[in-house]
């Protein structure tokens, strides 16, 4: 559709949603045998256009590690589809569930049924444009939908790719593609679909509610936040500085779990930015040219950072960027790259610490108290992720209880997203319900609640029908207990 003006997109989107509507409920139950072949030829068709995608990636990004793009949008969604293609019969199953008494003694029967919802509208972000649609898809599809995608248009030629591929693996009444810009995503997001999933910032997602509200649609949003790193002093340096930064490093921290801010010791401030500087370095003895250090998606993201970074500059942080081989960034051709950029111990006055950073920019901050950076994190919107380094049982659990946060990964960061069995989700600004694995497979469908009565007529017999006289009150009485 991306090579029709926007009201041709916008009307062909209403006239893909009808047609899908009318074969949901037209077509009866969906079977697993044609879950299981839709969600293979989604399979199909990331894996064999891999090298396609990846390129245009990397078109799209000025530059893009094809590596990374290999392990977070190519093998992170399929390992999503195949996650969901193992276990949808399972899933599917119904569940039996306990009927009141006296009931159940005389054949009441009570079960819950997954029905698909029917029509659900994704809606992807930039950072992975394959992911954010395809991983949601997984879902999805395993629940019996038909789906409707709009793509991201800071992205248009990974956007326009997927609505091609799509078209050629799907029917456009199963999985519909749809590119464009503000005015077509506004007209998806007001759609009445039977449910949107949403994934990108958290200013635009309150546009999203606002549209789906008009409709009473149900919506998961998968935002962002600052996500906070604590590193207890019960852990090697080494060893949390290397983790840390190869999650800070993947898609130089355009990722919405993205380590945001690091406490570390007062004591070990040094050592950390040193630890830290000698392991980027050893990563990439150089950038401008480097094939595995990617670039800022755009000049307007390119800008944002740089003017969070002169805020900071200019309110008298103390600013050190990695650049191994002393590079000028000032010329660049095609790409908006950008030294991983270190903050130490920034005011809260600094736009660093009041916007999500979602670049190579992090933040350190020293602490002398664990329960003062439990303090911090509380009085801050309720991150996506939160990171803890510690191997101090106590420690751990009291930071566990005393935080509220999306998920928590230990030890080490970003990995929790990889184990589909978990759900993956945020809280408050960080999001809205969640999706992954069985989690996904519930969001999506209905849980349908059905009783079967017994034959015994049990208000009958216990004078539970008017007129209401003696043994109405005795069956009242012997009903209504403590």
């Known amino acids: 559709m991306s090579n029709l003006g926007d009201n041709s997109v916008i009307s062909a989107m209403r006239s893909t949603l009808d047609s899908q509507r009318q074969l949901c409920t037209s077509g009866g139950a969906v079977s697993a045998e044609v879950r299981i072949d839709r969600l293979s030829r989604a399979i199909d068709l ?35 589809l195949k996650h969901n293609k193992k276990h949808l019969k399972k899933w599917m ?69 997927l609505e091609t591929l799509a078209a050629k693996y799907f029917s456009t ?50 935002l962002g936040g600052k996500s906070p790193v604590i590193i207890s ?35 070990q401030l040094e050592e950390f930015c040193n630890t830290a500087t000698s392991y980027i370095c050893n990563l990439f003895p150089t950038l401008r040219e480097n094939p595995d250090y990617s670039s800022v998606v755009n000049e307007r993201h390119y800008q944002r950072l740089m003017s969070y970074v002169e805020d900071a500059r200019q309110k008298g942080a103390d600013i050190r960027e990695i650049n191994p081989a002393n590079e000028d960034f000032s010329q660049q051709k095609g790409t908006h790259k950008i030294p991983l950029t270190l903050i130490i111990n920034p005011s809260d006055d600094m736009l660093v610490m009041q916007e999500e950073l979602f670049g190579p920019v992090i933040c350190v901050k020293t602490y002398s108290s664990v329960d003062g950076c439990i303090n911090y994190v509380n009085a801050r ?18 930071i566990l209880d005393s935080t509220v946060s999306g998920a928590v990964t230990i030890n080490d960061v970003i990995f929790h997203v990889s184990c589909e069995d978990l759900p993956f989700g945020g809280i408050g600004p960080s999001g809205m319900g969640s999706y992954h694995g069985q989690d996904g497979f519930k969001t999506f469908s209905h849980a ?35």
């Open 381 to 398: 919107p309720r991150p996506l992720a939160l990171y803890y380094f510690g191997k101090n049982k106590d420690e751990q659990r009291h």
């Open 448 to 482: 349908k609640a059905i009783y079967k009565q017994s034959n015994v007529n049990f208000q009958k017999l216990g004078g539970m029908l008017p007129p209401y006289g003696d043994k109405c009150d005795k069956t009242l009485s012997a009903m209504i207990r403590k």
């Open 233 to 267: 002093d019960s852990y090697p340096l080494q060893e949390a500085v290397e983790r840390i930064f190869n999650g800070k490093i993947l898609n130089v921290g355009q990722v919405c779990l993205s380590p945001d801010y690091v406490f570390v010791p007062q004591a």
């Open 46 to 80: 990331v894996f064999d256009n891999r090298e396609a995608i990846v390129e245009t990636l990397a078109l799209d990004f000025g530059h893009r590690s094809s590596h990374q793009s290999l392990m977070s949008d190519i093998y992170a969604t399929i390992e999503c």
């Open 93 to 161: 199953k119904t569940e039996k569930r306990k009927a009141p008494f006296p009931m159940n003694l005389m054949g009441g029967k009570a079960k819950v049924e997954y029905q698909p919802k029917g029509v659900i509208g994704i809606i992807g972000t930039w950072n992975f444009p394959l992911n954010t649609v395809f991983a949601p898809l997984g879902g999805i599809l395993a629940a019996g939908n038909r789906a409707m995608i709009k793509c991201s248009e800071v992205t248009p030629q990974t956007g326009a790719l």
């Open 173 to 222: 009444d199963e999985v519909a593609v749809f590119n464009g810009g503000p005015d077509v995503g506004a007209s998806f997001a007001a759609l009445p679909f039977d449910h949107i999933i949403f994934t990108g910032a958290t200013s635009i997602a309150r546009h999203i509610l606002r549209a789906a509200a008009d409709n009473l649609t149900p919506v998961t949003l998968e």
